[in-house]
């Protein structure tokens, strides 16, 4: 009876051994390598830029086999427009990103706006030029990258989440330049969002530096910026963070949102 236990024992120990040896080699066979992408990363002005899995701006690849994955920095269909908008913010609620070429003929809505990532496979041929652009205009927001005569792609390391473009990052800006003003936000213990300068709540500004003295008393909310060329929202406070706390930062010409909660936007215009 002991011996049969123990043989049992036996086999109970190598078949875990076994499964764990065939799980942590196809584990790693799927971390390890991939397909090299190419990042679509829109700006919240429509416009965008291509890079590789390094993060850096595409011109010219070996052909091959790659994925291509197009971003926007938030589902561009939630995103209300200004009514008589004449600029294309969010690109009105819809994308229109093309990518064409010998053997590539993509076109992506992003499921009509309601998708903020998508991604593609797709085989580029060898010494070959190919165009993107977004219909929504073409003129402005395109891009022309190349393939080499020779070579092909390679796998290469999975970072789950690198290559995705440099946002801007938030920073207190240091210079000579002078500041045009100081404005205060305010986020309530219950969430609600406040931005006003000199007692009056924004609107409309001249471009320039800016100060923002934030004070946050919601420890799960966080105020939020989206510029007008950002390719993700800046984190101005962190959720989980209560007190005060004060950035600088220069705000360029175009519509700019703020929120603490997507379900509810504010927003203001920056001209000059």
Request: proline fraction near 5%; hydrophobic fraction near 40%; include cysteine.
């Amino acid at each position: 009876m002991a011996a049969r236990v123990r043989r049992l024992a036996s086999l109970i120990t190598l078949a875990t051994a076994i499964a764990v040896g065939l799980v942590s080699t196809g584990s790693a066979g799927l971390r390890t390598t991939a397909n090299p992408t190419l990042y679509v990363v829109y700006a919240m002005n429509c416009t965008f830029s291509i890079v590789d899995d390094s993060g850096k701006f595409v011109t010219s690849i070996p052909p091959g086999h790659y994925q291509v994955d197009v971003r926007t920095p938030v589902v561009f269909g939630m995103y209300p427009g200004t009514p008589g908008q004449s600029d294309f913010i969010a690109c009105r609620g819809v994308p229109q990103f093309q990518l064409q070429g010998p053997g590539v003929d993509l076109f992506t809505t992003m499921t009509a706006g309601c998708d903020s990532d998508r991604l593609f496979t797709e085989t580029f041929q060898p010494n070959a030029t190919y165009v993107a652009q977004d219909l929504n205009q073409p003129s402005v927001a395109h891009g022309t990258f190349t393939t080499l005569a020779t070579g092909a792609s390679s796998p290469v390391t999975v970072t789950y989440g690198g290559g995705k473009g440099k946002a801007e990052q938030q920073s207190a800006l240091v210079g000579s330049l002078s500041l045009k003003g100081t404005l205060h936000a305010t986020v309530t213990a219950k969430g609600a969002l406040k931005l006003v300068s000199a007692g009056k709540t924004v609107s409309k500004l001249a471009a320039g530096r800016y100060k923002f003295a934030i004070s946050d008393q919601d420890a799960k909310a966080s105020f939020n910026l989206l510029g007008p060329t950002y390719t993700a929202p800046k984190s101005l406070t962190a959720p989980g963070f209560k007190g005060t706390h004060s950035v600088t930062l220069s705000l360029t010409s175009g519509k700019w949102t703020y929120y603490a909660s997507f379900a509810t936007l504010h927003f203001f215009r920056v001209t000059g």
